[in-house]
C-alpha cells in the first residue's frame, strides 16, 4: 500500500512535468504567431528548457541523496507553479524563455528523484523495466493531454491572440495538487548514499562512472535517440500547419497522435520486455521508425489549403507520420533500464544526472538542427534527417549490448566459487 502512494506520486509529478516539458512544439507555434518571432528565434525555447536540465543536474544530481528525494520533488514542483502563474500575468516572448528556464531546472531536480526512487521500490531487473515503462507511459499520456489542453485554450480565428495563455491556470492547479498529494506521501530513503563520503567525493563518482565503456556508448545512445524524439515533437505542429497546411488548433490535435504512439508503445513494451531480450525487440523498432519516415513523408508533397478541412478530408500524411512514436517508445526507457539495473542503487542518482545531462544537450540539439533546416528548406528535408541519428542507435545498440554482457559475465565470474 506504501508503494502505491508512492507510485502515485511519481505518476502525479511525471504527468505535470509531461505536460510542460512536451509544450514547447505548441508554444513555438504559439509564440510565432502571438509575438511575431521567426522560427530560428523560436527554436531557442528547447534551449532554454533543456540547457538547465543538463547544467543544474551536473551539478546536483551527486548531492541530491543529501537533500533527499521527497524534498528535492517538492522544490521542483515549487518552482514551476510559481512560473506558471507568471505566464499569463506578464505576457512576452522573454517571459516564456523564463517558464522554460524554470521548467528545466525543476526537471532536473525531479528526474534524477524519480528514477532513484523506482530504483529504491524495484526488486530485480524485471520490475525495474517494467516500473520505469510505465512511469515512461504515464509520462506520454500527460504529453497527450498537454496536446488537446492546449489545443482547447488556442483561437484559431485570431493567431495574435494570447488566450492560450490561460492554460497556465490550469496548470498551476495541476501542479499544486501533486505538491499536496508528495507532501502527504512519505517516502524511505535509506541506503541511497555511501556513508562518510563527502559532496566532493560524491561529485568525482559521477565523473568517473563516464570512464566506463558501458556508460559513454550508453549515453551516447540517449543523445542521439532524444535528438530524434525532440527534432519531431517540437516541430510537429507546426510541421502540420505549414506542410500538411492544417489549422493552428488542429495541428497541435494532430500532434497528440505522436504522443498516443508513444504512450501506447512504451505501456505496450512493458508487456513485452518480460518474455523477450529487449535487444532484437529495439532492432525491429529501429527498422520501423526508417520505413515510416520513407513511407509517410512523399504522401506530404503538394498539399493544397482547404479551409475546409477536417479530420475526415485531412492528409493521410497527418495520421501516417505520427506513428513512428510507437516504435520509437520503447528505445529509451529499455537502454535506460538496462543501464541503471547493471548499477548498485547508490550509484543510480549519480547515472541519472547524466542520463539528464544527455538527454537535455541531445533535446536541444534536435531542435534546433530540426528548426534550421526546416527555415532554411522545409519540414520534409528537416525530417527526413531523422534518418541519420536512426542509423547511428542502430549502431551503438549492438556495441552497449557487448558492453552489457562482458560486464554481466565479470560479475558472474566474480561471483562464482573458486575451485
Not at 502525479?12 to 509575438?35: D, E, H, R
Request: charged content about 10%; proline content about 5%.
Amino acid at each position: 500500500m506504501k508503494n502505491q502512494r508512492i507510485l502515485l506520486s511519481l505518476f502525479a509529478i511525471y504527468f505535470v512535468f509531461a505536460i510542460l516539458l512536451n509544450s514547447v512544439g505548441t508554444v513555438i507555434l504559439q509564440v510565432i504567431n502571438t509575438y511575431g518571432v521567426s522560427k530560428s528565434a523560436a527554436s531557442v525555447l528547447e534551449g532554454f528548457k533543456d540547457i538547465p536540465i543538463g547544467i543544474v543536474s551536473f551539478l546536483v544530481a551527486s548531492q541530491l541523496p543529501r537533500l533527499g528525494f521527497k524534498r528535492a520533488m517538492l522544490v521542483g514542483l515549487a518552482i514551476v507553479t510559481a512560473a506558471c502563474v507568471v505566464m499569463p500575468l506578464v505576457p512576452g516572448f522573454w517571459t516564456t524563455k523564463l517558464l522554460f528556464l524554470s521548467v528545466g531546472v525543476a526537471f532536473a531536480l525531479v528526474k534524477v528523484a524519480v528514477y532513484s526512487t523506482v530504483g529504491l521500490l524495484a526488486r530485480g531487473r524485471k520490475e525495474h523495466a517494467s516500473l520505469l515503462n510505465t512511469l515512461e507511459g504515464v509520462f506520454m499520456v500527460g504529453v497527450l493531454g498537454g496536446y488537446w489542453l492546449f489545443s482547447a485554450f488556442i483561437d484559431s480565428s485570431n493567431s495574435g491572440s494570447t488566450a492560450w495563455l490561460g492554460v497556465y491556470w490550469v496548470l498551476a492547479v495541476i501542479c499544486a495538487i501533486a505538491f499536496v498529494l508528495l507532501w502527504v506521501t512519505p517516502l524511505e530513503e535509506s541506503g541511497t548514499r555511501v556513508e562518510g563520503a563527502s559532496p566532493r567525493q560524491d561529485f568525482l563518482a559521477m565523473v568517473k562512472l563516464m570512464a566506463k565503456p558501458l556508460v559513454y556508448i550508453y549515453v551516447i545512445s540517449v543523445f542521439v535517440y532524444v535528438l530524434i524524439e525532440q527534432g519531431i515533437g517540437s516541430w510537429l505542429p507546426t510541421f502540420n500547419n505549414e506542410i500538411l497546411k492544417l489549422p493552428t488548433a488542429m495541428s497541435v490535435q494532430a500532434a497528440s497522435i505522436f504522443a498516443a504512439s508513444l504512450a501506447l508503445g512504451r505501456l505496450g513494451a512493458g508487456v513485452i520486455m518480460r518474455r523477450v531480450h529487449w535487444y532484437p525487440v529495439l532492432n525491429i523498432c529501429l527498422l520501423a521508425m526508417a520505413m515510416l519516415v520513407l513511407l509517410s513523408l512523399p504522401l506530404a508533397n503538394n498539399i493544397e489549403p482547404n479551409p475546409s478541412v477536417n479530420w475526415l478530408s485531412a492528409p493521410i500524411a497527418a495520421f501516417v507520420l505520427p506513428l513512428i512514436g510507437l516504435f520509437m517508445a520503447p528505445v529509451y526507457p529499455a537502454i535506460n533500464s538496462v543501464m541503471l539495473s547493471a548499477l548498485p542503487t547508490h550509484q543510480h542518482s549519480a547515472m541519472t544526472g547524466l542520463l539528464v545531462i544527455f538527454s537535455a544537450l541531445g533535446g536541444t540539439t534536435g531542435s534546433l538542427i530540426t528548426g534550421s533546416v526546416f527555415e532554411a528548406f522545409d519540414g520534409q528535408v528537416a525530417f527526413y534527417l531523422s534518418l541519420i541519428p536512426i542509423t547511428v542507435i542502430l549502431i551503438s545498440l549492438f556495441f552497449f549490448r557487448r558492453a552489457v554482457e562482458r560486464g554481466d559475465e565479470r560479475v558472474a565470474s566474480a561471483a562464482a566459487p573458486a575451485g
